[in-house]
């Protein structure tokens, strides 16, 4: 750690970890839910489960990005971060309000949760991933703005690097693309439309760069080639990854009512959508193929590897096998769809914040570079059981997913929703010991916070660094 | 990447390639938005569907069903639950009506959400309202 100031950063990643932990409890309550229905029914309703499973998820991400900003910007831009304790005082505001709307969601019911916080006056609640009321999300605005400000000035003030632009950049589109989730009108249509400028702009857009400057960051400092090599590659991913993901949006735009050209549009460039993230495996392979030091924190190196390798099958794999509109067709709104977000999610997201963890952990805890060798072999059983486990969750969902469309969409004798869920109880069953096993691999990561403390870190071999 | 392929081409790239195509999206957009009433039903939108989306949404509908193919995979989907059963508003009333408090052994059961018929009758109108949609023939077959 260079700057003092870099220390606001461990709060943000605990807080991450916590919700982390949270997020795959109730989803493993909802994968039981799947295949014993009357799981905690009446207490905990299955949309209840899942509104805690996907809105920790988001906000367990959204801790982790402005963690790994307020880790990496000061020391990109080689000066302190603007203002430490504005980082402080939004980090405890985020927290609680965060604490406060999962409270909220499990003690009393959505309705009454609705009437307390006056939706009516201000509607934009019950929506997909943007269920939090309306409080919330205006204290997701604020926190964002002062972290937003907190961070450009930062950047101004100091050294301007691609990484630092391109990281300001997603975060700047994620702030602005977040205000849509205040525009519900009452047409269904225009509503599920501009959703997806939240949703898709998101995923498929301005996270990408987060996602890019985070690796980048990550391969400059563990691998220590040429930082020139390193920003050509990112603008280049990045370019790849807006070029076709926002034209990429129209495959969201086949069957709720919007003009059926999209179904042309969302197809072809939607199709294109996987090729920034091959061109992510590939980059991070060189990079460290090419590497010009042997970096101590081998697991962090693990990590980058394995975000551009998982990023790559769940949204560019997996988001392509559905993708096209004749496809989409039968599958739409299926566990494919679900085998697909939850790759997708792990490999690109949750991976990218487990990597500046697993890099700026250490030294956020006064290290020189890297965790000691029993930490960081558990943290690699960790880092192989979750990633194994969530392989497994995709495949069987994709079981689960293919048997429904047959049954329900292609056979000649197409049967009712619920009487086929009953017959591929068997894919879910699986599901939920496969989750049972990522829940196993998040213990150990946790653990792996906690073993060998006292035990030597290996000495930074260095050789020609340059940056 | 040799030399030929330099840093501020791929920038240059980055910049243009997403203004020029964040523009072409506005484009379609807009095309989207004057080609809507032709499609999205708008004429069916009464204060009572109105009401009926709000307590959609105030009740997280989605957070199980699916409507248009999006939400949660749980449930069935609704955006054609209307024709599925019987063109009948009195038999989703029903349907939503009769849930048993305490759900059923071993079963995936709706909750008992104790509406009013107002309430009711404004949730089975957005339904309605919804079925109305062209979604360019989706669902395949009426199963959803």
């Keep these: 750690m260079q700057y003092k100031s870099q220390a606001v950063a461990m709060p943000y990643f605990i807080a991450a970890i916590i919700l982390f932990v949270a997020q795959i409890l109730f989803g493993l309550i909802m994968g039981l839910q799947y295949v014993i229905g009357d799981f905690l029914f009446p207490e905990i309703p299955f949309n209840v489960a899942r509104m805690v499973h996907t809105n920790t998820l988001i906000v367990w991400l959204l801790f982790g990005f402005m963690g790994a900003a307020y880790y990496l910007v000061p020391e990109e831009a ?34 009454t949760l609705a009437e307390l916080t006056g939706n009516e006056l201000f509607p934009t609640m019950g929506r997909e991933f943007l269920e939090q009321p309306t409080i919330t999300k205006i204290g997701i605005v604020i926190v964002a703005l002062a972290f937003l400000f907190n961070v450009g000035m930062t950047v101004l003030k100091g050294r ?12 700047l589109g994620l702030a602005v693309f977040f205000l849509f989730a205040f525009y519900v009108p009452d047409n269904l249509v225009l509503d599920k439309f501009f959703w997806w400028w939240v949703v898709h702009l998101w995923v498929e857009g301005v996270w990408e ?42 495959h969201h735009f086949f069957w709720i009512g919007a003009p ?49 390798v998982m990023a790559f099958l769940g949204a560019g794999v997996w988001g392509f096998l559905h993708t096209l509109s004749p496809v989409n067709y039968y599958t739409h709104g299926t566990q494919l769809t679900a085998a697909h977000g939850h790759m997708a999610f792990y490999g690109a997201y949750v991976m990218i914040v487990l990597t500046i963890i697993s890099y700026a952990m250490p030294l956020l805890r006064g290290r020189t570079a ?26 069987f969902l994709t079981g689960a997913g ?34 049972v096993v990522f829940l196993i691999g998040l213990i150990c990561y946790i653990a792996s916070f906690f073993v060998g403390n006292k035990d030597p870190e290996h000495t930074l071999e260095v050789s020609n660094t340059t940056t | 990447m040799a ?24 484009v379609l957009t807009f095309d989207t938005t004057r080609s809507l009433p032709a499609l999205d039903n708008r ?66 059961s709706m909750p008992q959400f104790n509406f009013s018929d107002e309430e009711l009758s404004a949730i089975a109108e957005f339904l309605i309202y919804s079925s109305g949609i062209n979604a360019a023939g989706w669902p395949p077959n009426i199963q959803g």
């Design chain 1, 78 to 111: 080689e000066t302190e971060l603007f203002s430490p304790w504005l980082a402080k005082l939004m980090f405890w505001i985020f927290f609680l309000a965060a604490g406060a709307t999962v409270a909220g969601y499990l003690l009393v019911p959505y309705a």
């Design chain 1, 160 to 171: 301007k690097t691609v990484v630092n632009l391109v990281l300001l950049i997603g975060l």
């Design chain 1, 209 to 250: 760069l987060i996602l890019g400057a985070i690796l980048a960051f990550v391969l400059i400092k563990v691998t220590g080639v040429d930082r020139e090599v390193i920003e050509k590659w990112l603008y280049v991913i990045i370019a790849m990854a807006l070029i076709t993901g926002i034209i990429g949006t129209g």
């Design chain 1, 260 to 308: 059926e050209y999209w179904q042309w549009w969302g197809s072809i460039f939607s199709a294109l959508e996987p090729l920034p993230f091959f061109m992510m495996t590939v980059f991070a392979f060189n990079m460290v193929n090419r590497r010009r030091r042997n970096h101590p924190n081998r697991v962090a190196t693990l990590w980058a590897l394995g975000t551009a």
């Design chain 1, 370 to 395: 890297a965790n000691s060798n029993k930490s960081q072999v558990l943290e690699m059983w960790s880092f192989w059981l979750m990633t194994i486990a969530m392989v497994f969750i995709t495949l």
């Design chain 1, 402 to 435: 293919i048997l429904q469309v047959y049954l329900q969409r292609v056979s000649e004798t197409p049967q009712p929703f619920l009487v086929v869920q009953d017959q591929i109880h068997l894919f879910y069953w699986l599901r939920e010991v496969a989750g």
């Design chain 2, 3 to 26: 030399q030929v392929f330099t840093k501020s081409m791929a920038r240059n790239i980055f910049y243009g390639g997403s203004v020029f195509f964040m523009l072409l999206f506005l």
């Design chain 2, 43 to 108: 004429d069916a939108i009464t204060p009572e569907v109105a009401r009926g989306k709000l307590l959609w949404e105030q009740n997280d509908c989605v957070g199980c069903h699916t409507l248009l193919g999006e939400g949660a995979y749980f449930a069935p989907e609704l955006g054609n639950v209307y024709q599925r059963f019987g063109n009948s508003k009195e038999a989703i009333i029903g349907f939503i009506k009769s849930r048993p408090k305490n759900g059923i052994p071993g079963r995936r």
